[in-house]
Antibody
Framework: EVQLVESGGGLVKPGGSLRLSCAAS????????MNWVRQAPGKGLEWVSS????????FYADSVKARFTISRDNAKNSLFLQMDSLRAEDTAVFYC???????????????WGKGTTVTVSS | EIALTQTPGTLSLSPGERATLSCRAS???????LAWYQQKPGQAPRLLIY???SRATDIPDRFSGSGSGTDFTLTISRLEPEDFAVYYC?????????FGGGTKVEIK
């Protein structure tokens, strides 16, 4: 079964750090670009970051640039998100997603984890 | 930076009715990179449509997508009880992804 399982969420004080993990199974992890997408309570979806297959290409939303770092370990089928200098507005459910991409043809997120909750509060 | 505007914000319909959801981009985008997702309360989003009009695996044919340029539409031909949810359009650019604000389809 194709599956993504996030972990590492929790309660952290403003200015603190947290590292999210996403364990992939049931597919060839190193064939796929991966994304983090978040959703603040009662709000819509917000893309956070993307990492290409080999980690060569990495992109961030302006709202997290210079504070968050995405990485992956293909040998361990794992995706990570290091979050530093956390703010109250980073409070959200964070989803790990698998990307299907073919230049000129399609780009979409076809597998989503159940999410892990990050709460930033004093 | 491309912005996606979804209208209406809320759509109140009865089971069996047709739902038409709009997604408008702030500038012309490639339909290849336009997708639609469904999200139910307490659940992760689910892919419905990719490349503007291609149904994802196991998505019923009552869901269809269309459009090009700046205007895209998700149509649910006959609403089933399980279709009442929030729907998001999403575009993938060269270095960033954008979601629309969502349309909630609620039971009238």
């Amino acid at each position: 079964e194709v599956q993504l399982v996030e972990s590492g969420g929790g309660l952290v004080k403003p200015g603190g750090s947290l590292r999210l993990s996403c364990a992939a199974s049931g597919f060839t992890f190193n064939n796929h670009t991966m994304n983090w997408v978040r959703q603040a309570p009662g709000k819509g979806l917000e893309w956070v970051s993307s990492i290409s297959v080999s980690g060569t290409y990495i992109f961030y939303a302006d709202s997290v640039k210079a504070r968050f770092t995405i990485s992956r370990d293909n040998a361990k089928n794992s995706l990570f998100l290091q979050m530093d200098s956390l703010r109250a507005e980073d409070t959200a459910v964070f989803y790990c997603t698998r990307v299907r991409f073919r230049a000129g043809s399609y780009y979409y997120m076809d597998v989503w984890g159940k999410g892990t909750t990050v709460t930033v509060s004093s | 930076e491309i912005a996606l505007t979804q209208t209406p914000g809320t759509l109140s319909l009865s089971p069996g009715e047709r739902a038409t959801l709009s997604c408008r981009a702030s500038q012309s985008v490639s339909s290849s990179y336009l997708a639609w997702y469904q999200q139910k309360p307490g659940q992760a989003p689910r892919l419905l449509i990719y490349a503007a009009s291609s149904r994802a695996t196991d998505i019923p044919d009552r869901f269809s997508g269309s459009g090009s340029g700046t205007d895209f539409t998700l149509t649910i031909s006959r609403l089933e009880p399980e279709d009442f949810a929030v729907y998001y359009c999403q575009h993938s650019g060269s270095s960033l992804l954008t979601f629309g604000g969502g349309t909630k389809v609620e039971i009238k």
